[in-house]
């Protein structure tokens, strides 16, 4: 059945706040394959919270461990990865992710990430100083500029086809 694939090896895009985490651990449970949250994985290896990882090595410092803990899943067989809202567009990250599994941009409107965010800023580097309408403003000009990323992704899932459905269907193609 669809619920015991061999081989499924998901990754989860799409900008902060659209539920990533989320959907990794629903379809860790529906489809018993192992979840893993990128950021939380980069945060074990550095042995500092993203935020941190920010402050003191800065951004582009977190985009290559990012990228760095990213290519460990080529070795595993079975994953379902929350990424981070940026893993898409740094590192020729897209690329790689596409080549090595099915890539999955989970895709809200920007006012239900404004929503969403602005009570989970502060452990959020790029937001955390940002008040609602600068929230707003931010989350939009990032989409746009990140969608030609998330646009390379194999399926996208927004609106109503957001559903537990959707993605059995997508897994039920990728034996
Ligand atoms: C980021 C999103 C975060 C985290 C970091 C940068 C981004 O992940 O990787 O704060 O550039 O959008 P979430 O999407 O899980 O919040």
Same mark, same amino acid.
């Given at each position: 059945t669809a619920d015991t694939k061999v081989g499924t090896k998901i990754f989860l895009i799409g900008m902060m706040g659209a539920g990533k985490s989320f959907w990794a651990e629903k379809l860790k449970k529906r489809f018993k394959v192992p979840a893993y949250d990128l950021d939380s994985l980069v945060e074990m290896m550095e042995e500092k919270s993203i935020k941190e990882i920010f402050e003191e090595d800065g951004e582009e410092y977190f985009r290559k461990a990012e990228a760095k803990m990213l290519r460990?899943?080529?070795? $595993? $067989?079975q994953f379902i990865v929350s990424c981070g809202g940026g893993t898409a567009c740094y590192n020729d990250n897209m690329k790689w992710m596409n080549k090595h599994g099915i890539t999955i941009w989970i895709d809200e409107p920007v006012e239900v990430l404004s929503e969403r965010l602005s009570k989970e800023k502060s452990h959020r580097p790029l937001i955390k100083d940002l008040d609602d309408e600068a929230l707003n403003n931010f989350l939009s000009s990032k989409l746009e500029e990140r969608a030609t990323f998330y646009d390379q992704s194999a399926y996208r899932l927004s609106g109503d086809k957001l559903s537990e459905t959707a993605f059995s269907k997508i897994l039920a193609g990728h034996a």
């Amino acid at each position: 059945t669809a619920d015991t694939k061999v081989g499924t090896k998901i990754f989860l895009i799409g900008m902060m706040g659209a539920g990533k985490s989320f959907w990794a651990e629903k379809l860790k449970k529906r489809f018993k394959v192992p979840a893993y949250d990128l950021d939380s994985l980069v945060e074990m290896m550095e042995e500092k919270s993203i935020k941190e990882i920010f402050e003191e090595d800065g951004e582009e410092y977190f985009r290559k461990a990012e990228a760095k803990m990213l290519r460990l899943f080529s070795e $595993k $067989k079975q994953f379902i990865v929350s990424c981070g809202g940026g893993t898409a567009c740094y590192n020729d990250n897209m690329k790689w992710m596409n080549k090595h599994g099915i890539t999955i941009w989970i895709d809200e409107p920007v006012e239900v990430l404004s929503e969403r965010l602005s009570k989970e800023k502060s452990h959020r580097p790029l937001i955390k100083d940002l008040d609602d309408e600068a929230l707003n403003n931010f989350l939009s000009s990032k989409l746009e500029e990140r969608a030609t990323f998330y646009d390379q992704s194999a399926y996208r899932l927004s609106g109503d086809k957001l559903s537990e459905t959707a993605f059995s269907k997508i897994l039920a193609g990728h034996a």
